[in-house]
């Protein structure tokens, strides 16, 4: 069964550095998602993707924040200058292949992010 | 604003017994709703969804039920297995597009 695939699974980082998670979405779905998940806490909501821009974002998506299609297999999330909040599970979602329609989201297994 | 909770956030159940998980949510315009399960260390994973024209759809042991009346949503695995052990997620599309609004979980334990 085809399924979204992350790297790393885990990213330790120096506050104030950049870092770029990676995901590979599944290869026929058209609409891509990132989502965080502090421990303990509720998945939120950060961006999506669709037809190579951005079609919605959350408050917590700020300048620090962006996404990039660098190819047609990658979707890649990028934080500019990372803080100390940062630090969670950073999930990509990808659904597919129908457009204009609500479908089932599928998530790959996440990257921890650790800031230190 | 949009607010998706959960009524019990732990549910502690018995081998082969039937499970209900409960979920309210507040946005009356949602129209796409969807359950996940979350095992340790691991993504969500996708379990059944129903749309705002339904009221209940079923899947492999498992049966979502919709009341728009009242904004809830409940999820019922029926014969629980030590494998369902997990957090139970539900989920509404934010009004402005097909993102998700997650609920805060309710973590199922299946004792033998």
């Known amino acids: 069964e085809p399924e979204v695939t992350q790297t790393p699974s885990h990213q330790v980082t120096q506050m104030g550095q950049e870092v770029i998670l990676r995901c590979v979405p599944i290869?026929?779905?058209?609409?891509f998602y990132w989502y965080r998940q502090i421990l303990g806490q509720k998945v939120e909501f950060l961006v999506s993707?669709?037809?190579?821009?951005?079609?919605?974002k959350s408050e917590i998506f700020d300048d620090q924040f962006s996404v990039e299609r660098p190819d047609g297999s990658n979707f890649t999330l990028k934080i500019r200058s990372t803080k100390l909040e940062d630090s969670a599970m950073y999930f990509c979602?990808?659904?597919?292949?129908?457009?204009?329609?609500?479908?089932?989201?599928?998530f790959g297994d996440g990257t921890r992010l650790s800031i230190l | 604003g949009e607010n998706v909770g959960l009524h019990l956030p732990t549910l502690s159940v018995q081998e082969g017994d039937n499970s209900i998980i409960n979920c309210a949510y507040s946005n009356s315009a949602s129209d796409y709703f969807i359950w996940y399960k979350q095992e340790s260390g691991k993504g969500p994973q996708f379990i059944i969804d129903?749309?705002?024209?339904?009221d209940k759809r079923q899947g492999q042991r498992v049966t979502v039920l919709l009341n728009k009346t009242v904004k809830h949503l409940s999820l019922q695995i029926a014969a629980t297995q030590p494998g369902d052990s997990a957090v139970y997620f539900c989920?509404?599309?934010?009004?402005?597009?097909?993102?998700?609004?997650f609920g805060k979980g309710t973590s199922l334990l299946v004792t033998p």
């Open positions: 993707f669709y037809n190579n821009e951005i079609s919605e």
């Open positions: 979602a990808s659904s597919g292949p129908l457009r204009g329609s609500n479908q089932p989201q599928h």
């Open positions: 989920a509404e599309n934010r009004s402005s597009g097909y993102a998700l609004n």
């Open positions: 290869s026929n779905h058209l609409y």
């Open positions: 129903i749309r705002s024209n339904m």
